[in-house]
């Protein structure tokens, strides 16, 4: 059993300790480039956002963990030393290593317990078939965190393959699901985003889901900033998508019925 995780963070301000690592949190969305890796592990969260990690994974243990999305690896980072997983598996879309991660496996030691992927695309079921096969074999996952391209297809993709491989209780968390709903311009702020359907529409999904077939999602958590979902005992046989367990009035829901 994970001792106490927010007994184990030490906050000075908007950066905290896990034994001898530091860590920094965001203020704002430019300090994503504005922090220094010589000052800490760079997260791309907000501290309130870290209380609400703790809150929810709470005294849990978590063995195997697959992350979408390393950017500057302190995610990746944090998990490790926050969770103590036996296994934790990480992939990202850039091409280039990220030598602040590839450092923190490398002078602890932990080659074999945190393995970054870099080049992967996470809406490419084949590569993460591949990943996942070659890193874990048949064992369940009990924690996925998608911190990745917040697209709607993209994600959804990797969702559907990778929610079937949790265990019964397992966590998924799909994070920033609701950048398209701020009071902003989100197009002014990231290019990437512009004419992209919201992330929210998977939300509307995961909810919908959660009334059409409990047994497999046993509980769904949202905050402005994730949603959280525990699997639950039910089992999925064949090819699995999230879309098919979206009803209303026994009619299934289609993309036109959320956002545009």
């Given at each position: 059993?994970?001792?106490?995780?927010?007994?184990?963070?030490?906050?000075?301000?908007?950066?905290?300790?896990?034994?001898?690592?530091?860590?920094?949190?965001?203020?704002?969305?430019?300090?994503?480039?504005?922090?220094?890796?010589?000052?800490?592990?760079?997260?791309?969260?907000?501290?309130?956002?870290?209380?609400?990690?703790?809150?929810?994974?709470?005294?849990?243990?978590?063995?195997?963990?697959?992350?979408?999305?390393?950017?500057?690896?302190?995610?990746?980072?944090?998990?490790?030393?926050?969770?103590?997983?036996?296994?934790?598996?990480?992939?990202?879309?850039?091409?280039?290593?990220?030598?602040?991660?590839?450092?923190?496996?490398?002078?602890?030691?932990?080659?074999?317990?945190?393995?970054?992927?870099?080049?992967?695309?996470?809406?490419?079921?084949?590569?993460?078939?591949?990943?996942?096969?070659?890193?874990?074999?048949?064992?369940?996952?009990?924690?996925?965190?998608?911190?990745?391209?917040?697209?709607?297809?993209?994600?959804?993709?990797?969702?559907?393959?990778?929610?079937?491989?949790?265990?019964?209780?397992?966590?998924?968390?799909?994070?920033?699901?609701?950048?398209?709903?701020?009071?902003?311009?989100?197009?002014?702020?990231?290019?990437?985003?512009?004419?992209?359907?919201?992330?929210?529409?998977?939300?509307?999904?995961?909810?919908?889901?959660?009334?059409?077939?409990?047994?497999?999602?046993?509980?769904?958590?949202?905050?402005?900033?994730?949603?959280?979902?525990?699997k639950g005992h039910g089992n999925i046989d064949g090819p699995f998508n999230i879309s098919?367990?979206?009803?209303?009035?026994?009619?299934?829901?289609?993309?036109?019925?959320?956002?545009?």
């Amino acid at each position: 059993m994970t001792e106490g995780i927010a007994t184990m963070l030490v906050w000075d301000g908007n950066r905290f300790n896990i034994g001898e690592h530091k860590f920094q949190t965001i203020v704002e969305l430019s300090d994503l480039f504005k922090l220094k890796n010589e000052d800490g592990y760079v997260i791309g969260k907000t501290r309130s956002y870290i209380d609400k990690y703790c809150e929810h994974l709470g005294e849990k243990t978590f063995n195997n963990v697959f992350e979408l999305g390393i950017f500057r690896g302190g995610s990746t980072v944090f998990l490790s030393e926050m969770l103590k997983p036996q296994k934790l598996v990480a992939i990202d879309f850039e091409q280039k290593p990220v030598e602040a991660l590839d450092a923190y496996i490398r002078n602890n030691h932990l080659q074999e317990r945190v393995k970054p992927f870099y080049g992967v695309d996470q809406s490419d079921i084949a590569a993460l078939s591949r990943i996942y096969d070659e890193s874990f074999g048949s064992t369940p996952l009990d924690l996925v965190v998608d911190d990745a391209s917040h697209y709607l297809d993209e994600t959804r993709k990797s969702f559907n393959f990778l929610f079937p491989k949790l265990r019964a209780g397992g966590i998924y968390i799909v994070e920033d699901w609701a950048w398209a709903n701020f009071d902003l311009d989100i197009d002014k702020i990231s290019k990437a985003y512009k004419g992209k359907q919201p992330l929210s529409n998977l939300t509307f999904e995961i909810v919908l889901a959660s009334a059409t077939a409990p047994q497999l999602f046993h509980e769904v958590c949202i905050t402005s900033d994730y949603v959280l979902i525990k699997k639950g005992h039910g089992n999925i046989d064949g090819p699995f998508n999230i879309s098919d367990y979206s009803f209303h009035r026994g009619q299934q829901l289609k993309q036109k019925d959320y956002f545009a």
